[in-house]
């Protein structure tokens, strides 16, 4: 734990105008992985220190109106974070992320446009949305930024 702490900290705070810093019980308790909840996984150097990490959450959705189906099963990417943000890396860990989703039987995974997403989307063949996430920072004083330098995701 103390080490994911450290060094999602570290990408968070390099990384973005707008972020949290995490203490080690945060990251126990928002980022320990819990069955059909929250999915974490660790990339180890080979000196056993952390490399990679990405998680994704459980947010499921009600099917009205279809005899076939009841639920969608949706996998949305929560954080991650690579060696030396390097961008085919993290497309490589993205695409793992996909394959455990599916592993546990995901229908389908989102991404929001926040961190380093819109490096990557397109690349890996992810589509827009119906509408555009919007970020309420209730009683904080922040100037309209990028998407793509705010480093939280809400859930």
């Given at each position: 734990?103390?080490?994911?702490?450290?060094?999602?900290?570290?990408?968070?705070?390099?990384?973005?105008?707008?972020?949290?810093?995490?203490?080690?019980?945060?990251?126990?308790?928002?980022?320990?992985?819990?069955?059909?909840?929250?999915?974490?996984?660790?990339?180890?150097?080979?000196?056993?220190?952390?490399?990679?990490?990405?998680?994704?959450y459980a947010l499921n959705s009600s099917v009205l109106?279809?005899?076939?189906?009841?639920?969608?099963?949706?996998?949305?990417?929560?954080?991650?974070?690579?060696?030396?943000?390097?961008?085919?890396?993290?497309?490589?860990?993205?695409?793992?992320?996909?394959?455990?989703?599916?592993?546990?039987?995901?229908?389908?995974?989102?991404?929001?446009?926040?961190?380093?997403?819109?490096?990557?989307?397109?690349?890996?063949?992810f589509k827009p949305g119906d509408g555009r996430l919007a970020h309420y920072l209730y009683n904080w004083?922040?100037?309209?930024?990028?998407?793509?330098?705010?480093?939280?995701?809400?859930?």
């Amino acid at each position: 734990m103390p080490a994911v702490t450290s060094a999602l900290n570290q990408h968070l705070t390099s990384n973005y105008k707008v972020h949290i810093e995490f203490t080690e019980d945060e990251v126990r308790h928002f980022l320990t992985p819990r069955e059909n909840v929250v999915f974490s996984y660790l990339v180890l150097k080979d000196d056993g220190s952390v490399g990679d990490f990405i998680s994704f959450y459980a947010l499921n959705s009600s099917v009205l109106q279809d005899p076939n189906h009841d639920k969608i099963f949706a996998a949305y990417a929560y954080y991650n974070f690579v060696e030396d943000n390097d961008e085919e890396r993290l497309k490589m860990l993205i695409k793992d992320a996909l394959i455990l989703a599916k592993r546990n039987d995901f229908d389908v995974f989102n991404m929001t446009e926040v961190l380093k997403h819109g490096l990557i989307q397109n690349d890996l063949m992810f589509k827009p949305g119906d509408g555009r996430l919007a970020h309420y920072l209730y009683n904080w004083r922040v100037k309209s930024i990028a998407s793509s330098d705010v480093g939280i995701v809400l859930v």
